[in-house]
C-alpha cells in the first residue's frame, strides 16, 4: 500500500503547496552538507592535532598529516641570476618553462617566463613510471628545440606536486601517487633520480637538477617575491593542499634548532584514520569507493576539483531517486560517472538569475529542466561548493593559528599565497573561504594573495637561491 508521502508525490507540482513541499525536502537532503561554526572549530582542532602529531618523531608514522620537510628553509636573501628551466608536474598538464632571473633594485629579482604546456596521456599517467618520466624527457627536449637551447646545460626547478619524503632539496622519494595518477614504479623511489634517467636515456640534452619542491611550496616562493610576509602557500585545485614555514626546533625530523623551515603539510590526507568520519556524507563515501586510491586523501576528496563535480553528480541522482528532480528521471549521461565536470558548479554557481547558463548545461547532458530544477541544481552545487570551501577554511586557521601561538605573537600578520582553479575560477569559493578562515583567527591579520604562474616561477626561484647558496658554499 503507498504511504501518504509517495502518494503526495504523485501528484503533478503544479500548486504551490507541492512545490512548497518539495523544496523542504531538497532543503533537508541538503542540509546534511552545512557545518555549524562549532563543527569547524572541531575540524580545526583534529586538523591542529595531526599537524603535531606529523611534526613530532614518535607519532610521525601514525599520524594522516604527514608534514614533510621540504628543505625550503628561511634564511636566503638574494640568488643567482641568470637562465632557469622550471618542470611543472601535478595535473593532467605537464609545463616545461623558462624562468629568466634577473636583479631588481627594489624586490631583488624580475622574473620573466616562457612556457608551453603538454597533456599528459592516459597511458603515461597510468603505465609505467619509465613511460611517465620518458614521456617528460620527451617534452623537455621538445621544448628545449623550439627556443634553440638544447646546447646549454641549464639549471632545473621541478614542481612536483606529490607527497615527497625529501632528503634534502634535490632528493626525495615518492610516497604515494594522489589525484588520479598510478604509474608503477615510481612510489618509493627518488623522483629526481627517475627525471635524471630519462634525461640520460635521451642523450640529446644535459640538465642540472638543483631543487625539486611541492606546488604549495612553489606558489608560497613565488608571492613571498611580491609580499615578504608570505609564509604559508595552498593550493585549492585538482587536489588541495598547504604548506607553511615552521620553526626549525619544531621540525623534529630534520637536525638543527635554527630559524624556519617550509612544511608540506599533505592535509589533503587528513581523515585517512577516522578523524573525519562524523563529516562524511554517502556521497563522499561513493566517490572513495570508486577512486584510484580508497581510504586515501579523504580531506582532499571533500575539496578537491577532482572530486566536486562527481560529488554534485551524486547529489542530483539522489534528489531524482527521491523524486525530487527533473520528474524523478536521470539521462544517460547523468548517470554517467564524471559527466558531471567541476567547471559546470562554477558555471551554474555564475548564472546571474536567468537561469540561462544552469539551462544550457543541464541541456548537454540531456535534460529539459524547469525552472525549479535550474533552481534545485543551483542549491545542490552551492551546498558542495560551500562546505568545500568553509572545511577548507577550517584547516588553514588551523594552521595559522599554530604559528601564532610557536611565534608568541599577540597579533600575528601574515599573507598566504594561493593558487589553483577551484580558488581561482569559482565564483563565491573565495569569499567564502576567506569569511570562515577571518572568522576561526581571531588575533591574526591575514592577507590572501592570488598566484601567477606560481608553480613554474617558484621552482625556478627557489633554484635561483639553491644555485647561489652553492656558489657560496664554494668561494670560501
Ligand atoms: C598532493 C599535494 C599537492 C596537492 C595540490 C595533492 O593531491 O598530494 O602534494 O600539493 O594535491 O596539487
Redesign the pocket.
Known sequence: MPCLTSARRQRIPSDFESVLEKILMVDQILSEFVLSKEELEEVMRRMRREMERGLRVETHDEASVKMLPTYVRSTPEGSEVGDFLALDL??TNFRVMLVKVGEDEERGWKVETKHHMYSIPEDAMTGTAEMLFDYIAGCISDFLDKHNLKHKKLPLGFT?????RHEDLDKGILL?W??GFKASGAEGNNVVGLLRDAIKRRGDFEMDVVAMV???VATMISCYYEDRSCEVGM?????????YMEEMRKVELVEGEEGRMCV?T?W??FGDHSELEDFRLEYDRVIDETSLNPGH?LY?KLI?G?YMGELVRLVLLKLVNEDLLFNGEASDLLKTRGAFETRFVSQIESDTGDRKQIYNILSCLGILPSELDCDIVRLACESVSTRAAHLCGAGLAGVINLMRERRCQEELKITVGVD?SVYKLHPHFKERFHKLVWELTPHCEITFIQSEEGSGRGAALISAVACKMAACMLTP
Open positions: 601535478g595535473g612536483f606536486s606529490f607527497p615527497v604515494n594522489t589525484k611541492n606546488d604549495t593550493i585549492v585545485g585538482t587536489g588541495c593542499n598547504a604548506c608540506n599533505e589533503g590526507a586523501q582532499e578537491g577532482k589553483g
